[in-house]
């Protein structure tokens, strides 16, 4: 540091360059040894948790506002809505219930484990990471509440991503739209299995390592294989949204648009179940 | 002037004032945004931290740059130390040629602020080129605009601590 602020001397060559050489040091360790890093990561990131908390404030506020200063006919409107919609999917449950039980019982013929479904946890989504490249989003749930590493992460209308960091009172989801997030899928239609990964592009998923042969078409659903024993199998993950098969190539390129709303949900479902995950992957879904 | 020197010791002291500024250019620094809007985000935690390097010397070194680097990184999940590195090699840039002639204008510490924001961006982009990050160069550059934009209002904000 300059004493004086006239001074003339040249600013301290030494502090500089044992700065630079620690700045080197340190980029080394994350690079060879990042698990080093990681515990000091994490407990300062545990320490930030107030400033995404500060940071999604107006968020919620706004959303607060918008609560606040809906009218009385709006509610009614939306009560309706709401109570057609609820009837409706109780009346899939019956059938879901029924065929759920069926399942069951047919499982046990097969003398494979029964599945039952997992407890969940409805966590409200707080912030997103603040580096562009990345597709992470922050949810206001964490150790406290029992998350841990791994666990799958739904909206209303299909899988998300799953939990990559849990701090005490936060979470760090990974997208499936992220460039470095993959999972095993099963066609619908056909019953094909493939790979799914992210390509940084929020509206769009890739389909690896399918052959040009392989009977794939727009518009078929492709729901979590549960291949791999990470995500639950029978999820779904998206609809086939473009396919084209090059002669010179041995893969054809198919585009997969997400069913879930990875750009804009608000609330996530954080899901509870490992037996699931065990499913065989031929079983019908 | 004796009698403005003798006000001069009761300045405030910036101590405060630099936590507060890192504080909430850190906030300012992760505010969730979407995808399009987010690349126009300034480097706002460079332009703080050059603020405080110009303005306040003796508080304010190579390893001040080194610690807004740090947490800057780790705010960011970036490479731990990639932006200490340029924050430390912009630091020492700037002091070892504004010895000579530290006549800090508003005018002059904005060229000061333009070139260090193109240095900052150039070693982002030359570091992301080495690991093979790819992503397009008009998205890289964006934020150089919206930095030199920003570096008057980050001026009327703090210029009531600077020396």
């Known amino acids: 540091m300059q004493p004086n602020l006239f001074s003339r001397q040249p600013p301290s060559f030494r502090s500089f360059i044992i700065a630079v050489i620690t700045c080197l040091v340190v980029l080394f360790f994350d690079w060879r040894m990042p698990y080093v890093i990681q515990p000091a990561r994490d407990v300062l990131y545990a320490a930030y948790n107030p400033i995404y908390a500060l940071a999604s404030y107006p968020v919620l506020s706004r959303e607060w506002l918008n609560q606040q200063t809906k009218s009385e006919a709006q509610l009614r409107r939306e009560n309706t809505a709401m109570q057609a919609e609820l009837l409706q999917a109780q009346v899939r449950l019956q059938k879901l219930s029924e065929l759920s039980a069926e399942n069951n019982r047919l499982r046990g013929l097969l003398d494979t484990p029964l599945i039952i479904d997992g407890r969940m946890q409805i966590a409200e989504v707080i912030g997103t990471d603040a580096d562009p490249l990345r597709h992470i989003i922050i949810i206001n749930r964490g150790s406290v509440d029992h998350l841990k590493i791994g666990q799958t992460v739904l909206d209303d209308k299909g899988i998300m991503g799953q939990l990559i960091n849990v701090y005490p009172h936060s979470a760090r989801i990974m997208l499936l739209s992220d460039k470095e997030h993959s999972l095993s899928v099963r066609l619908e239609r056909t019953g094909m299995r493939a790979i799914i990964s992210g390509t940084g592009d929020l509206g769009q998923l890739k389909m690896e390592y399918v052959p040009t042969s392989a009977d794939i078409k727009v518009g078929d659903k492709v729901f979590s294989s549960g291949l791999g024993e990470h995500f639950p199998a029978g999820y779904l993950v998206g609809t086939v949204s473009k396919v084209s098969r090059h002669t010179s190539g041995e893969f054809a390129e198919i585009s997969v648009k997400p069913a879930a709303q990875l750009a804009s949900g608000h609330h996530v479902v954080v899901l509870f179940s490992e037996s699931l995950a065990q499913e065989q992957p031929y079983a019908d879904r | ?163």
């Open chain 2, 1 to 163: 002037m004796p009698i403005a020197k003798l006000n001069f010791e009761k300045r405030k002291d910036p101590l405060w004032m630099i936590i507060i500024s890192i504080v909430i250019g850190s906030v300012l620094l992760i505010y969730p945004m979407s995808y399009e809007a987010a690349g126009w985000r300034p480097v706002i935690m460079l332009m703080i931290m050059l603020f405080w390097i110009l303005y306040q010397p003796v508080w304010c070194g190579v390893w001040f740059a080194f610690g807004m680097g740090i947490f800057t990184d780790l705010l960011l999940d970036a490479p731990l130390g990639l932006n200490a590195l340029s924050f430390v090699l912009i630091t020492f840039a700037t002091r070892y040629f504004i010895r000579e002639r530290r006549i800090l204008t508003f005018g002059n510490s904005w060229v000061i602020a333009t070139l260090a924001v193109i240095a900052h961006i150039t070693f982002l982009w030359i570091s992301q080129t080495i690991s093979g990050t790819h992503f397009t160069i008009a998205r890289h550059w964006q934020p150089l605009g919206t930095s030199i934009l920003a570096w008057p209002v980050i001026y009327y904000c703090l210029h009531k601590w600077r020396i």
